[in-house]
């Protein structure tokens, strides 16, 4: 399709600056001392509620007119005391926003962070029950969704504040945990996202057998007398193969089918006399054994501890977190064969991954009514080559999921911002995971032995050393755009000394627990954090200065504005599947919580800065995508990707407005032409635009129409001149590209290695940038077969 543009600028638009988040009008991030309200050493939480109210209405006064929950209290180790309100509406909550007060070990506030909704509707009244809201969110995700578990809800979406019913169910020892948003006055699904994010005396590996492969002898916390390994913090289980089945609803099934599972046991006893556990490691591959219990046992205790230094009273639930070893699956259940799945005398298949679900209400296909676990858990698989339960690592890794979750509790959905959307908050939920994990074994490399899962010549499952930046490095999944925010702060880590490392540390858990809201763009959680290092009585303005830095060599600060620069090269993403291709994500109208929008599309990741040579006349973008299953078709694709180009002649890139969701008006859509699909099994597509005279500059973007996610990749541009000389991109075509990333701006420190190389390059085999545990399977299925509708 041809399409005439224009050359109007359009309308600039303009966003908070200073301190402040840059994503609304209602956001605040005020650093400075404001003593109109102190609160004394030994203040009662009622005093410290009515202080923190105080202090907000004065920095901020919109928030007078607003309406606030009781509040929570975190006493960190320095004296700081940070209050958190979460904003309430009409007796409900809004989901992921509130206003927190920082005050220093002096009573006096320093820092007021805030992000609230003010458009919120008047009529709090449902139109659409709940049992017809169940059945839409069943039908979205693919698992069953209990009418009551639901939560009615404010929920600040893309296009307005909705009010909506609110469900989660995770299932059955999957990475695949589901939060369906509902419109409680229209019926339509507003968003859908996945949730899980994806570790006496005792001898146990330091870290893991690749790192520290020498035992080494610990004492456990455990309570005096216990034989197993419970305490009131932490429970380690076994999954155990009874041969037991259980009635079941599986998704995608009307009816409850019998599927064989695994009981959950304590293996693990000490010994009745010394009260020592004797046990070793075992074969790699070795299911059942309780050396992995006992691991996982020790270092999730050791990671609890790590972050009760910096406030002796938190925790991440009220009851024992749940840390389950050498998880296996029903055969056949990944590929929906239900009868072998419930044959009981078919053993488990390996689980090739770890991860942290949060608390789950019950019922359906659920962590309590497969398990009985009430509560939040960590899931460890006994993988085909190692046991993922053995590297302290991920136990670390997956434990700091736990300790976000009770803090900031970043969104599963995308972030908005004026460049269109980001994996930023789930990003940074792996990243701040991969910093604590790094951080806590003074390591940089993340899973040195889990990686040889599945990959028998990696060096680790991410690294902190790597030179990732937005925006070359930002490929739209969470756990490749993780590692440029925590190699930021580990840029600054290690120039540290280890008192000031740990009082850095304690910093960042100040900002988590300081955040607003779990819906944050990188600059905005740099920020936070920057500000927190600046008030931290043993750090202060230099080493905020520090950070800073930092913050900024790698692309987050002033903002990570995800624009990349055509030169000239076929342009593939940074996130690699699998033969070669790297791509970019394509995410779905409801990951991006946008649902069915005035626009009528989800925005992209990245946008294209084409230089546009004299003479001109037409240019023609080409690319190649595809429709994705992140989840090996749980809560699958609704439809096909549908990918359509947005071009914008002007000095200025693709912006956008939220609450109604718009852009300016010079921006047009183009829907592509189809060339067919490839052996690789994409689709070419092709999109031409005529260009008037005097154009300079084009901003082009990918944009996804459907309601299904999917990946594109290979970008080139060719130029029509009337002159008739060649183009500024000759004449790529959609074929194979060259390098991932080639077209990508340059951003980010060169990091040396201990090798001859230089460098860490993404994708090499020092640190296989973008894969990890919770998205190895996602990224894989890739190239699985293609579903349709």
Same mark, same amino acid.
């Given at each position: 399709?041809?399409?005439?543009?224009?050359?109007?600028?359009?309308?600039?638009?303009?966003?908070?600056?200073?301190?402040?988040?840059?994503?609304?009008?209602?956001?605040?991030?005020?650093?400075?001392?404001?003593?109109?309200?102190?609160?004394?050493?030994?203040?009662?939480?009622?005093?410290?509620?009515?202080?923190?109210?105080?202090?907000?209405?004065?920095?901020?006064?919109?928030? @007078?007119?607003?309406?606030?929950?009781?509040?929570?209290?975190?006493?960190? +180790?320095?004296?700081?005391?940070?209050?958190?309100?979460? =904003?309430?509406?009409?007796?409900?909550?809004?989901?992921?926003?509130?206003?927190?007060?920082?005050?220093?070990?002096?009573?006096?506030?320093?820092?007021?962070?805030?992000?609230?909704?003010?458009?919120?509707?008047?009529?709090?009244?449902?139109?659409?029950?709940?049992?017809?809201?169940?059945?839409?969110?069943?039908?979205?995700?693919?698992?069953?969704?209990?009418?009551?578990?639901?939560?009615?809800?404010?929920?600040?979406?893309?296009?307005?504040?909705?009010?909506?019913?609110?469900?989660?169910?995770?299932?059955?020892?999957?990475?695949?945990?589901?939060?369906?948003?509902?419109?409680?006055?229209?019926?339509?699904?507003?968003?859908?996202?996945?949730?899980?994010?994806?570790?006496?005396?005792?001898?146990?590996?330091?870290?893991?057998?690749?790192?520290?492969?020498?035992?080494?002898?610990?004492?456990?916390?455990?309570?005096?007398?216990?034989?197993?390994?419970?305490?009131?913090?932490?429970?380690?289980?076994?999954?155990?193969?009874?041969?037991?089945?259980? =009635?079941?609803?599986?998704?995608?099934?009307?009816?409850?089918?019998?599927?064989?599972?695994?009981?959950?046991?304590?293996?693990?006893?000490?010994?009745?006399?010394?009260?020592?556990?004797?046990?070793?490691?075992?074969?790699?591959?070795?299911?059942?054994?309780?050396?992995?219990?006992?691991?996982?046992?020790?270092?999730?205790?050791?990671?609890?501890?790590?972050?009760?230094?910096?406030?002796?009273?938190?925790?991440?639930?009220?009851?024992?977190?749940?840390?389950?070893?050498?998880?296996?699956?029903? %055969?056949?259940?990944?590929?929906?064969?239900?009868?072998?799945?419930?044959?009981?005398?078919?053993?488990?298949?390996?689980?090739?991954?770890?991860?942290?679900?949060?608390?789950?209400?019950?019922?359906?296909?659920?962590? =309590?009514?497969?398990?009985?676990?009430?509560?939040?858990?960590?899931?460890?698989?006994?993988?085909?080559?190692?046991?993922?339960?053995?590297?302290? &690592?991920?136990?670390?890794?997956?434990?700091?999921?736990?300790?976000?979750?009770?803090?900031?509790?970043?969104?599963?959905?995308?972030?908005?911002?004026?460049?269109?959307?980001?994996?930023?908050?789930?990003?940074? @939920?792996?990243?701040?995971?991969?910093?604590?994990?790094?951080?806590?074994?003074?390591?940089?490399?993340?899973?040195?032995?889990?990686?040889?899962?599945?990959?028998?010549?990696?060096?680790?499952? +991410?690294?902190?050393?790597?030179? &990732?930046?937005?925006?070359?490095?930002?490929?739209?999944?969470?756990? @490749?755009? %993780?590692?440029?925010?925590?190699?930021?702060?580990?840029?600054?880590?290690?120039?540290?000394?280890?008192?000031? =490392?740990?009082?850095?540390?304690?910093?960042?858990?100040?900002?988590?627990?300081?955040?607003?809201?779990?819906?944050?763009?990188?600059?905005?959680?740099?920020?936070?954090?920057?500000?927190?290092?600046?008030?931290?009585?043993?750090?202060?303005?230099?080493?905020?200065?520090?950070?800073?830095?930092?913050?900024?060599?790698?692309?987050?600060?002033?903002?990570?504005?995800?624009?990349?620069?055509?030169?000239?090269?076929?342009?593939?993403?940074?996130?690699?599947?699998?033969?070669?291709?790297?791509?970019?994500?394509?995410?779905?109208?409801?990951?991006?919580?946008?649902?069915? @929008?005035?626009?009528?599309?989800?925005?992209?990741?990245?946008?294209?800065?084409?230089?546009?040579?004299?003479?001109?006349?037409?240019?023609?973008?080409?690319?190649?995508?595809?429709?994705?299953?992140?989840?090996?078709?749980?809560?699958?694709?609704?439809?096909?990707?549908?990918?359509?180009?947005?071009?914008?002649?002007?000095?200025?890139?693709?912006?956008?407005?939220?609450?109604?969701?718009?852009?300016?008006?010079?921006?047009?859509?183009?829907?592509?032409?189809?060339?067919?699909?490839?052996?690789?099994?994409?689709?070419?597509?092709?999109?031409?635009?005529?260009?008037?005279?005097?154009?300079?500059?084009?901003?082009?973007?990918?944009?996804?129409?459907?309601?299904?996610?999917?990946?594109?990749?290979?970008?080139?541009?060719?130029?029509?001149?009337?002159?008739?000389?060649?183009?500024?991109?000759?004449?790529?075509?959609?074929?194979?590209?060259?390098?991932?990333?080639?077209?990508?701006?340059?951003?980010?420190?060169?990091?040396?290695?201990?090798?001859?190389?230089?460098?860490?390059?993404?994708?090499?085999?020092?640190?296989?940038?973008?894969?990890?545990?919770?998205?190895?399977?996602?990224?894989?299925?890739?190239?699985?077969?293609?579903?349709?509708?």
């Amino acid at each position: 399709m041809r399409l005439l543009l224009g050359l109007s600028a359009g309308t600039l638009l303009s966003f908070l600056g200073g301190s402040a988040f840059a994503a609304s009008p209602t956001a605040v991030l005020d650093v400075g001392s404001f003593s109109s309200a102190m609160i004394a050493p030994g203040a009662d939480a009622k005093a410290i509620d009515t202080a923190a109210r105080v202090v907000l209405a004065q920095r901020a006064p919109s928030t @007078n007119a607003l309406s606030f929950g009781p509040s929570h209290t975190a006493s960190l +180790r320095d004296g700081r005391r940070i209050v958190k309100l979460p =904003q309430m509406h009409a007796g409900l909550p809004v989901m992921n926003r509130s206003a927190t007060v920082t005050f220093g070990p002096d009573g006096v506030a320093n820092i007021v962070a805030a992000k609230l909704a003010e458009g919120l509707p008047s009529d709090v009244t449902p139109s659409v029950d709940v049992v017809t809201a169940a059945a839409a969110a069943t039908q979205r995700a693919g698992v069953v969704a209990d009418p009551k578990s639901a939560q009615l809800v404010i929920w600040p979406s893309g296009d307005g504040d909705r009010l909506a019913w609110h469900f989660y169910t995770p299932s059955f020892g999957l990475p695949y945990a589901p939060v369906t948003v509902v419109d409680a006055k229209t019926g339509g699904v507003i968003a859908h996202y996945n949730a899980a994010v994806s570790l006496h005396q005792a001898e146990v590996f330091p870290s893991n057998p690749v790192k520290s492969p020498q035992l080494t002898s610990v004492k456990l916390p455990l309570p005096d007398g216990a034989t197993m390994l419970t305490d009131e913090l932490v429970t380690a289980k076994n999954c155990i193969d009874t041969k037991m089945t259980k =009635q079941l609803m599986i998704p995608g099934v009307p009816i409850p089918l019998n599927i064989h599972v695994c009981e959950l046991q304590q293996k693990a006893i000490a010994d009745a006399v010394t009260l020592d556990f004797g046990d070793k490691p075992a074969a790699d591959t070795a299911p059942e054994d309780a050396f992995a219990e006992l691991h996982i046992y020790h270092h999730t205790r050791a990671a609890y501890d790590y972050f009760r230094a910096f406030d002796p009273s938190f925790k991440v639930q009220d009851g024992p977190i749940d840390a389950v070893a050498n998880l296996m699956l029903p %055969a056949g259940i990944m590929e929906g064969d239900i009868a072998k799945a419930g044959d009981p005398n078919v053993p488990f298949e390996p689980f090739q991954n770890a991860f942290f679900a949060p608390a789950s209400p019950g019922g359906g296909f659920s962590l =309590q009514s497969i398990f009985g676990i009430t509560g939040a858990a960590m899931m460890f698989g006994q993988g085909p080559n190692k046991d993922y339960a053995y590297d302290a &690592d991920v136990i670390y890794h997956e434990f700091t999921h736990a300790a976000v979750n009770a803090t900031v509790a970043f969104v599963g959905t995308a972030h908005r911002d004026k460049y269109g959307i980001s994996m930023s908050p789930g990003a940074m @939920n792996e990243g701040i995971s991969d910093y604590f994990a790094a951080a806590i074994t003074g390591d940089p490399d993340v899973g040195e032995y889990a990686v040889l899962d599945y990959d028998p010549s990696g060096k680790a499952i +991410r690294s902190l050393a790597g030179p &990732d930046a937005c925006p070359s490095h930002i490929g739209g999944q969470v756990h @490749n755009d %993780a590692p440029l925010f925590s190699a930021g702060l580990w840029d600054l880590r290690i120039t540290l000394p280890p008192a000031s =490392q740990s009082d850095l540390d304690l910093a960042v858990y100040a900002a988590m627990v300081a955040a607003p809201s779990g819906d944050l763009g990188y600059e905005d959680f740099a920020k936070l954090i920057v500000a927190e290092v600046q008030k931290a009585p043993a750090l202060g303005s230099a080493i905020a200065t520090q950070l800073e830095a930092a913050f900024t060599a790698r692309g987050i600060l002033p903002e990570c504005a995800r624009i990349l620069d055509y030169k000239g090269e076929v342009m593939q993403g940074p996130l690699p599947v699998g033969a070669g291709v790297s791509v970019w994500w394509g995410l779905s109208k409801s990951a991006a919580s946008l649902g069915n @929008n005035s626009l009528g599309y989800a925005p992209g990741i990245i946008q294209v800065r084409v230089p546009i040579p004299d003479n001109t006349e037409s240019v023609t973008v080409d690319f190649r995508g595809r429709t994705v299953s992140s989840q090996g078709g749980l809560g699958g694709p609704m439809g096909d990707f549908t990918p359509s180009v947005l071009v914008r002649v002007s000095e200025e890139p693709i912006t956008f407005t939220y609450s109604p969701f718009a852009t300016t008006p010079d921006v047009v859509k183009i829907d592509p032409e189809s060339g067919g699909e490839d052996n690789q099994g994409f689709t070419m597509y092709s999109a031409k635009a005529d260009i008037m005279p005097g154009a300079k500059v084009a901003y082009v973007m990918i944009v996804n129409t459907a309601d299904a996610e999917g990946a594109f990749t290979d970008l080139a541009f060719t130029m029509t001149q009337s002159a008739g000389v060649g183009g500024a991109g000759g004449q790529a075509g959609a074929g194979v590209g060259g390098g991932g990333g080639s077209g990508a701006n340059p951003i980010g420190p060169v990091i040396s290695d201990d090798s001859s190389c230089g460098c860490v390059v993404p994708g090499s085999s020092n640190a296989p940038i973008g894969f990890s545990l919770a998205s190895l399977a996602a990224l894989g299925l890739l190239f699985g077969r293609r579903r349709r509708s």
